[in-house]
């Protein structure tokens, strides 16, 4: 195989077939990185409008590091892993007090800022800085294992790492280069139905040439997520409703939500959501209608979340997390999880009070 033939077609080949792209007007490594932390295991079609609206609120770095997480997450809300906007946010704060504002060039350095992988220093120091480093995301990874009939083994990162490397070295861009591979993956290279008839690398593909395309990359079988039923009250007071912010350290972190809790085995709804109010706030709440239930799915387990009025006699607290008392036009100042929203348009169909 020439490596030098195959990485000077795929630059071809991306010279005239990369898509468009917001984030490809530019290398300003602010905007490349925030849009490679956005496009983690997210589609690109989805990151589009979140990444417009994020650069045309956050026109740079400073803006970011200053502002406060809610704001952020304001705009992040509905593009899910939450975890990465505040990740990005701690990371902005140590670029500004410890590299006055420029974000750091050298991998080693880049790498240890939080929510910073192997991929996104590949990708954003590649595209950003020129350098020749691969950065491999599931599209790569496909097309080199099919390239190569690459079985699963303990060193196949490795091997594709050192493959993508030696191709960099006949490359003038290595950043195009980079994102030609993803394209390459996403358009042409396709997990199904994959356009080998018109691929301009299909004679050197080993797949290919064994009719084993649609056998790589071999994965292996994830077993099936779990599923929770999870109850939480609308706790009502002279017509607001109870809302609390998670912590920043948990899941969905920062964003709001209404008390609640898992059902355990064998426990009624009632009563898990007696339990978990009480826990959360020390509210003993009298529990009245189920309002609604969704069904939602994280990347791990997914829930059926059922919604019941609650009522209370007095407003006292006894648990310290921050919480509001807000009405439904109040909804949009804050940030909820995308479950929350199914709920509320559920709910804004109906009656809202009690
Ligand atoms: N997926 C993640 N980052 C990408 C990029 N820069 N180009 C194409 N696909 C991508």
Known sequence: MQINTI???????????????????????????????????????????????????????QTVANSKLDSLLK????????????????????????????????????????????????????????????????????????FQCLNKSVNINKIIYNLISSMLEYVNSPGDFNQALMDFGSLICTKINPKCKICPISTYCKAYLKNQVNQYPKIRKRNSKPHYDVVVGMIWYNNKFYIQKRSPDSMLPGLWEFPG???????????????????????????????????????????????????????????????EWITPNDIKNFSFPKANHKLFNLISQKNWYV
Not at 29 to 57: C, D, F, G
Not at 107 to 116: E, H, W
Not at 129 to 141: E, H, L
Not at 267 to 279: D, S, W
């Open 7 to 61: 990485a000077t077609t795929l630059q071809e080949w991306y010279k005239d077939s990369k898509r468009d792209l917001p984030f490809r007007a530019t290398t300003d490594p602010y905007k490349i990185w925030i849009s490679e932390i956005m496009l983690q295991q997210t589609q690109i079609k989805t990151v589009i409008p979140y990444y417009n609206r994020w650069i045309e609120t956050f026109p740079d770095i």
């Open 75 to 146: 705009i992040w809300e509905g593009l899910g892993y939450y975890r990465r906007c505040v990740n990005f946010h701690n990371a902005t704060k140590i670029v500004l007090k410890n590299y006055n504002g420029k974000i750091p060039s050298d991998y080693n350095t880049f790498i240890k800022l939080p929510g910073v992988g192997k991929y996104t220093a590949g990708a954003v120091l590649s595209i950003s800085f020129g350098i020749k480093i691969p950065a491999i995301d599931v599209n790569v990874y496909r097309v080199i294992s099919r």
């Open 261 to 323: 809790g898992k059902v355990d085995k064998g426990e009624t709804f009632e009563i898990a959501l007696k339990r978990g109010i009480k826990n959360e706030t020390g509210f003993m709440p009298t529990i009245g209608n189920k309002i609604d239930s969704i069904k939602h799915s994280y990347s791990h387990f997914s829930i059926s979340l059922h919604c019941f009025q609650c009522f209370i006699k007095n407003k006292k607290l006894t648990y310290s997390r921050k919480f």
